[in-house]
């Protein structure tokens, strides 16, 4: 069983920034592709950013290129999104996955992921 629980959402201005955190349970983090999600209101899970279990690889969506970043920690079970000139379109609840089967790649479908956190809010506006 992998427990995973996210934290650092907030209010922010537009503009500007957050980081968000995923703490994963248990000894296998470092064998766990990861990815963060979010969900707007009334809208569909999406996929925000990718990374490889052993972090050498990364993949985002196109509404977030350059402007966020995942990254982990394999050593302290934490997977991290640095998020950066944030928009109100960003506003949503935001989510860490786990995918622990499968082959060595990114996936972007949220069916592909098999842990869940419990999300967190990130709330963008003035």
């Known amino acids: 069983q992998v427990q995973l629980v996210e934290s650092g959402g907030g209010l922010v201005q537009p503009g500007g920034s957050l980081r968000l955190s995923c703490a994963a349970s248990g000894r296998g983090f470092s064998t766990y592709h990861m990815g963060w999600f979010r969900q707007a209101p009334g809208k569909e899970r999406e996929f925000v950013a990718g990374?490889?279990?052993?972090?050498?690889?990364?993949h985002y969506a196109d509404s977030v290129k350059d402007r966020f970043t995942v990254s982990r920690d394999n050593a302290k079970n934490t997977l991290l999104l640095q998020m950066n000139s944030l928009s109100p379109e960003d506003t949503a609840l935001y989510y860490c996955a786990a995918r622990t089967y499968g082959s060595y790649s990114i996936a972007v479908s949220r069916y592909d992921y098999n842990y869940w956190g419990q999300g967190t809010q990130v709330t963008v506006s003035s």
């Open positions: 990374i490889l279990a052993n972090g050498r690889k990364t």
